[in-house]
């Protein structure tokens, strides 16, 4: 038996299982929306972010497996103005020539007290800082897509993002509304 059937056999069963689970899913991008929002000159402003990609294994019944890890694209940020785009793309905010991608990964996932809801702990990589960051989530089933949305509050300086800005609240919510298709 040569060297690669080998392999085949000994990884086809733990390919073939996670596969039946349905544990496997990918990020679809032009479905989701990764949207912030903060306080800038005391008037709340939105923006979002695209280039959403990654993996999640995500199985209710053994949550213990389950992971996610994804990625948006940092310089994608969107604010509905162009100018301030460009500003938020340069060093004193996101940095996005030296640290392009803004990364979740997990690292627990546990059931909530309601139906379908859940609660994640993971790591949050933006402009080179890790913080590890907790928040609530529903996961809801949809034809050949599974549904993730989520929420959490976040300070800016933490990250080193916008400096000792007077106009810019330290304090932004994130809301995730992520669609994953199964693989």
């Known amino acids: 038996m040569n060297y690669l059937h080998r392999l085949w056999i000994m990884f086809m069963p733990l390919t073939f299982v996670g596969y039946v689970n349905g544990q496997h899913f990918i990020p ?19 923006g979002t972010f695209i280039g959403l ?6 199985d209710q019944a053994t949550l213990s497996e389950s992971n996610f890890l994804v990625t948006i694209n ?9 100018a301030r785009d460009n500003h938020l793309i340069k060093e004193e905010y996101f940095n996005v020539k030296k640290y392009p991608v803004i990364q979740f990964t997990s690292v627990k996932i546990e059931a909530g007290k309601e139906k379908n809801s859940y609660n994640v702990t993971g790591n ?28 959490f509050l976040l300070n800016r300086k933490d990250f080193g993002i916008g400096g000792s800005s007077i106009s810019l609240s330290d304090n932004l919510t994130v809301n995730l509304t992520v669609f994953a298709k199964k693989l």
């Open 124 to 151: 949050l990589f933006i402009k080179g800082v890790n913080k590890q960051i907790q928040f609530p989530f529903t996961a809801i089933e949809d034809t050949g897509y599974i549904i993730f949305k989520g929420s």
């Open 74 to 82: 940092a310089a994608s940020i969107n604010t509905g103005i162009k």
């Open 28 to 46: 679809v991008d032009d479905k989701s929306t990764i949207e912030f929002v903060i306080k800038n000159f005391g008037f709340t402003t939105k």
């Open 53 to 58: 990609s990654g993996s999640i294994n995500f």
